[in-house]
């Protein structure tokens, strides 16, 4: 079946440090690779996807490269600022199934001033 | 827009009791999807409706029901509830497939004792 693993939290970095999540996944087929971002109280939104390989998705300052060689989607941001603290999930469709979300367990970002 | 509304907010009960979380979304989807988050385990989908009047199982389906009451509306019900069901069920909805951007609602949060 499916999988995503992506790197275990917490992550504490300061502002405007180089930020970089691990995502690695399991899958038959070529899935579609998605990063959702969960702020403190609400549901989770889309930060950026990618459909196919070499595709880079990318949304406020994020970006994903998607490489099937490695089946990897390494979500990165330059310069990280406190609003970006949230919880981030790795996530994938596909693999046989066009309708379940396969989602990693989550990172917790936390961004000092 | 609202998007995707799910009531109720929070919810405490007891054991055996039953419930219906309630989901609703203004934006025309054809797909509909209920979530579980547990601390750890990421998202896991429970049941999901490809379009009106149809509905599957997905990774953890038991001890849980569903209907598609129409195109806006998809409830999950809880006919005997465990401690085991305590978690935050999320709502969400897309316009076909998964492949396309998933839209989440704010959550119910569940308690049971």
């Not at chain 1, 981030?88 to 199934?97: K, P």
């Not at chain 2, 007891?14 to 990421?42: E, F």
Request: aromatic residues 12%; proline residues 4%.
């Amino acid at each position: 079946g499916n999988s995503v693993t992506q790197m275990e939290g917490p992550v504490t970095l300061s502002e405007e440090a180089f930020l970089t999540i691990n995502c690695t996944y399991t899958a038959t087929g070529y899935p579609s690779l998605f990063w959702y971002v969960q702020y403190p109280g609400e549901g989770l939104q889309l930060l950026l996807k990618a459909t196919k390989a070499d595709d880079k998705g990318s949304n406020k300052g994020f970006e994903a490269t998607y490489r099937k060689e490695t089946t990897s989607f390494h979500l990165e941001k330059g310069s990280v600022q406190v609003s970006d603290s949230a919880v981030y999930f790795c996530a994938l469709v596909g693999g046989g199934s066009n309708y379940k979300l396969t989602f990693g367990k989550g990172t917790l970002l936390t961004v000092n001033p | 827009n609202a998007g995707v509304t799910q009531t109720p907010k929070f919810q405490v009960l007891k054991t055996g009791q039953s419930m219906t979380l309630q989901c609703a979304q203004d934006m025309n989807h054809n797909s509909m999807y209920w979530y579980r988050q547990d601390p750890g385990m990421g998202l896991r989908l429970i049941y999901y409706s490809a379009s009106e009047g149809t509905t599957d199982k997905g990774e953890v389906p038991n001890g849980y029901n569903v209907s598609r009451l129409n195109k806006r509306e998809f409830s999950l019900r809880l006919e005997s509830a465990a401690p085991s069901q305590t978690s935050v069920y999320f709502c969400a909805s897309s316009e076909e497939r998964g492949t396309d951007t998933q839209y989440f609602g704010p959550g119910t949060r569940l308690t049971v004792l």
